[in-house]
């Protein structure tokens, strides 16, 4: 590709290399805008795969600041940074690894306000939040602006991972096909009243980036329609089908909840 200079080619040898991704592969991955939604446990890793791969843009939205509990996970901070915003903690950590990408910080929560302006100027979202209220925005917001979504989730020792793009119709299911409702609020703990396993955001978080980059450049197939499970205390991975729900209120036929958000 013309638009790849030396210095680009030796960075991304190791990728360019892959048949899968190969110099066009590259090119799209530079070229490419994704948003991460929380620079936690699962956004460090995810944000850091995606700057290391050189995805040319990454937004970051995350309105909380650097804590010293948070470090046992998340790897795009520091101690030195704490009390310092997360999406700009993650975003000097993603020039030190790679000068040559853009980011673009957000420092703010995602609201059904701000929502669809955001999230329409990506081409694939990465959301690692930690509540259920953004989980849902996000994907009706993803459905609403046809943004991909690859979403991730963890707690204690257990983690999962699949990829939304229900706005392409087909086989395709959205997150409320899988969980129509959010759960009363206490039914699930937070990783802050239950615990997480640091390395647990690692393995599910690379994996999130790897989706990421599969989607990015088209290589592989897509996780949209399954749903992996991974059980850190047996270490076992499972994978299950998912289909959409005629009956979603958000891509079934009709939809109850299309303006919700306009
Ligand atoms: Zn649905």
Not at 8 to 18: G, K, T, V
Not at 103 to 126: C, K, P
Not at 151 to 171: K, N, P, V
Request: proline share 5%; glycine share 10%.
């Amino acid at each position: 590709m013309t638009d790849i200079t030396d210095e680009q080619i030796e960075r991304y040898a190791r990728h360019i290399l892959l048949p899968e991704i190969g110099g066009a592969g590259q090119a799209k991955l530079l070229n490419s805008r994704v948003l991460v939604v929380g620079a936690g446990g699962l956004g460090s890793p995810v944000i850091l795969y995606l700057a290391a791969a050189g995805v040319g843009h990454i937004g970051i939205i995350d309105d909380d600041d650097v804590d010293l509990s948070n470090l046992q996970r998340q790897i795009a901070h520091t101690t030195e940074r704490i009390g310092v915003n997360k999406a700009e903690s993650a975003r000097q950590s993603v020039l030190a690894l790679n000068p040559g990408i853009k980011v673009t910080v957000h420092s703010e929560r995602l609201t059904a306000a701000n929502a669809l302006e955001l999230i329409g100027d990506y081409d694939v979202v990465a959301d690692g939040s930690d509540n259920f209220d953004t989980r849902f925005l996000v994907n009706d917001v993803c459905y609403f602006s046809r943004t991909t979504l690859v979403s991730a989730a963890i707690l204690r020792f257990d983690g999962q991972l699949s990829t939304f793009r229900a706005h392409q119709g087909g086989a395709n299911p959205c997150y409320r096909c899988l969980y129509p409702e959010p759960p009363p609020p206490d039914l699930i703990p937070t990783c802050a009243e239950a615990g997480v396993l640091g390395a647990l955001c690692g393995v599910m978080g690379s994996l999130q980036a790897a989706e990421v980059v599969k989607e990015l450049t088209g290589a592989g197939e897509s996780m949209s329609g399954s749903l992996l499970i991974f059980d850190g205390l047996a270490t076992e991975f499972r994978k299950v089908k998912i289909k959409p729900d005629p009956a979603c209120a958000l891509c079934g036929s009709p939809a109850t909840i299309t303006n919700v958000y306009s």
